[in-house]
């Protein structure tokens, strides 16, 4: 990879703040764009914006072609049997409440298992804590290790007969754990339940093959991979699709209305009530041709390096408190002794260093690690060690500084 060509493709890395050459260092909560996805979307606007699967004029005509071009474009990144597969939807939180809502409702009853981990984002805890109320199921929690990560022997012990769905993320927003999602898959499978991932911190960063994982979902966003905010995709085996019912009801998903009854369209068009989020599909299919170019592979390797040298570099700060397994993904989260991670991510800002700190919407993991807050740095393709160096240099700054101010 030749991270300096790279980061040139990315305009907003090209600026100063607080004085500082900005360090973007939250690629877990959004991604920065590319400029072939600015311009993409730009193009559609200026060029073929409008409505798509009605008008038959040469504008509605172009952007439904370049908005189901984008869903093949999908289902050739994950790999998926078909398009009818691969549903647009506003991101990973709306994917996951749309299997909650159609699936789970319809198929758990009193006496039912939901199945997740404490690592979960609350997207992928709240909408099934919502199905177990309405439902009367159970849900429960497969026990994390000592450093953060899943043993596949609590797996098997915790998902039982009586279990319907598991529920897990792919890659931990907070401990940057990756998950063994083939083997929970079997092992899901073997004892008649499916299995959908949470696939927000996976997708931008691992090569994602649907067939190969035997997963019967996986929800992922835009805005995390290069993409616009606002687009997401929900995958699901067509056979489980095809029985769901609709959440949302209007314009698009119908196939006839009459005074009293409706019928549906097929997939995956059932799932996209409303107008689409045309100009989000075409920048997520910009944002695919991207990270194709680049190559998945080489983006995991990258990473992989980076938060190895992370980690080294960080453990090399006194008072330093870092979470998650030794082998993980490429984000690092940390506390700093004595000083609370908003404090320190106000800190780095003054260095132009931009960090997230907080719950990192995953309060029951806080409270696993017995702390309020952390602070996180994020990496992505762009990223460099002397990101890294820049990360460092500014935390022994923020620990003099506060060293100095509480003698």
Known sequence: MDIKAIREQFPILDQEVNGNPLVYLDSSATSQKPRSVIEAVNEYYRQDNSNVHRGVHTLGTRATEKYEGAREKVRKFINAESTAEVIFTRGTTTAINTVAYSYARANLTAGDEIVITPMEHHSNIIPWQQAAK?????LKYIPLQDDGTIALEDVRDTITSKTKVVAITHVSNVLGTVNPINEIASIAHDNGAVLLVDGAQGAPHIEV???DID????CFSGHKMCGPTGIG??????RLLEDMEPVEFGG???DFVNLYDSTWKELPWKFEGGTPIIAGAVGLAAAIDFLN???MDAITDHEQKLADYAMEQMRTIDGMEVYGPERRAALVTFNLDDVHPHDAATALDAEGIAVRAGHHCAQPLMRWLDVSATARASFYL???NEDVDRLVDGLLKTKEYFGNVFK
């Open 252 to 254: 698009e998903m119908i």
């Open 293 to 295: 170019d680049v190559g």
């Open 134 to 138: 309405a439902t009367g199921a159970a």
């Open 215 to 218: 997963c019967d979902f996986y």
């Open 233 to 238: 995709v929900l995958y699901g085996k067509r």
């Open 382 to 384: 762009y990223n460099t």
């Open 209 to 211: 093959d649907v067939q």
